[in-house]
């Protein structure tokens, strides 16, 4: 008798600033900009505390866990840029879970929720020395607002848009 391994089931969740399966996210952002960027003058913290908590929640916006077997593994929110589009943020998938899709993922998720929202266009940026997520945004059907052929030191912040229609 063979038995079939199921892989465990991952769940999307809408939650609110300040629930404490967000603080797996910050922490792992954290480390990932200080590690990639420095962190001169406690940025990384201002960085990830910039924009109001109201700002991602319904209707503006929302934040987008998922979780596995109870523990937060990836995230990502949405808040509004302009009347008709909304700027995605803070896409993170935990170093002990990447190249698994779940950074696809969580961008499908945030779709849905800005389609949901009544956004018609997504934007976002990324940092230039996160080549990763260069890469999943072209995949993923992002226009780059930018040339490819810079490089992405020379430009600093590298803005996609994506139509949703």
């Known amino acids: 008798m063979t038995t079939q391994q199921e892989s465990p089931l991952i769940t999307a969740h809408a939650v609110l600033i300040g629930d404490p399966r967000l603080a797996p996210l910050f922490a792992g952002l954290t480390v990932e900009y200080t590690t990639r960027y420095g962190d001169r003058d406690g940025g990384v913290a201002k960085e990830l505390d910039r924009f109001p908590a109201h700002e991602f929640t319904d209707p503006l916006g929302r934040f987008v ?22 700027e995605l943020k803070r896409i993170w998938t935990h170093e002990d879970h990447r190249r698994r899709g779940l950074a696809r993922r969580v ?33 993923a059907g992002y226009a780059p607002q930018f040339d490819l052929n810079a490089d992405p030191e020379s430009i ?6 994506k139509s949703l229609s």
């Open 65 to 86: 866990i998922l979780e596995e077997d109870g523990q937060t593994v990836a995230g990502g929110a949405l808040r509004r840029y302009d009347r008709y589009t909304a």
């Open 107 to 139: 961008l499908h998720e945030l779709e849905l929720a800005a389609i949901e929202l009544g956004y018609a266009q997504l934007y976002l940026t990324t940092g230039p020395r996160q080549p990763e997520a260069l890469k999943l945004y072209l995949n």
């Open 156 to 161: 600093g912040h590298l803005p996609f848009t």
